[in-house]
């Protein structure tokens, strides 16, 4: 038994190299877990000074690696593409805009991860005035699913504490997001049609398919800068696109949106995220 199996983070990047730097260097010096390798998978970068950034921090870490990929941007894809790079036994998917918080939140999500019955774990992310981003993912919230307490702070002001206790759920993001390598593998990866919205959780609802546990692991906790590098959905395209993937999540996954989230009682509110009754 290897008490600190390689884990690969893999990290998807488009210039914002300040945000980028950040994420690695509080991984790498914060950090608890002693055995990492970085993938960033560049993707249209355009600015000189990230080409300059990513030469300065190969050199500086040799466990960081940029790989190229060409296509235009698809979140699936590209995690797909940088896993082939990869040479852990588990993979950390990871935005370019998140940090570190708690030291020891690896040995956190890999304390579940290493479990047999486990095929992935999330973590608690923060905004920046350190309210709840990500909880959790519920399934039904707002029609698809949605990240639950929203907004509310960790201590004291979610449901049961809820946020604060490590439990089992239906999804999780992959903003940060550890998945068994194996486990990875038999569910194929990310659906590569799901280019920008709901592949992580497209993954989860794979993962539990195959009668493996998603787990919310509070203890293990990040900052998310929240999609301050991609921009918002306001084109005519990027509507197109949101909207064919609703469609297309509805179709893939509509008896377990009709039965409800197991993890969620039913006679709680699908329209806010703070466990209110409907």
């Not at 990875?184 to 592949?199: H, I, L, P, Q, T």
């Not at 509805?250 to 008896?255: A, D, G, I, S, V």
Request: aromatic share 12%.
């Amino acid at each position: 038994f290897d008490e600190y199996p390689l884990i690969s983070v893999i990290i998807p990047n488009k210039d914002h190299t300040d945000d980028l730097d950040k994420a690695i260097r509080s991984m790498i010096e914060k950090g608890t877990w002693p055995n990492l390798e970085f993938i960033v998978v560049e993707n249209n970068s355009t600015e000189e000074k990230t080409w300059e950034y990513y030469k300065k921090i190969e050199k500086e870490y040799s466990q960081v690696k940029v790989v190229y990929y060409d296509g235009i941007f698809n979140y699936a894809k590209i995690n797909n593409f940088g896993v082939r790079h990869a040479r852990g036994e588990y993979y950390l998917f990871m935005n370019n805009d998140v940090e570190l918080i708690e030291p020891d939140s690896l040995k956190e999500m890999m304390g579940y991860g290493q479990r047999n019955d486990v095929g992935a774990v999330g973590c608690r992310l923060l905004y920046e005035d350190n309210t709840l981003q990500h909880a959790g993912v519920i399934l039904g919230i707002g029609g698809i699913a949605g990240h639950a307490f929203i907004g509310l702070r960790s201590e004291g002001e979610t449901y049961l504490n809820r946020a604060m206790l490590t439990q089992d759920m239906s999804a999780v993001t992959a903003a940060v997001m550890l998945v068994n390598k194996e486990v990875f593998e038999k569910v194929e990866g990310f659906d590569e049609r799901f280019a920008v919205a709901f592949n992580d959780i497209d993954i989860c609802m794979k993962i539990r398919e195959g009668k493996k546990l998603i787990v919310y692991a509070p203890y293990a906790c990040f900052h998310h800068y929240e999609s301050k590098s991609r921009g918002a959905e306001d084109t005519p395209e990027k509507i197109e696109r949101f909207n064919r993937e609703i469609g297309l999540f509805n179709l893939k996954w509509e008896q377990n949106i009709l039965n409800g989230d197991p993890y969620y009682n039913c006679n709680f509110s699908k329209k806010h995220t703070d466990c209110r009754l409907r």
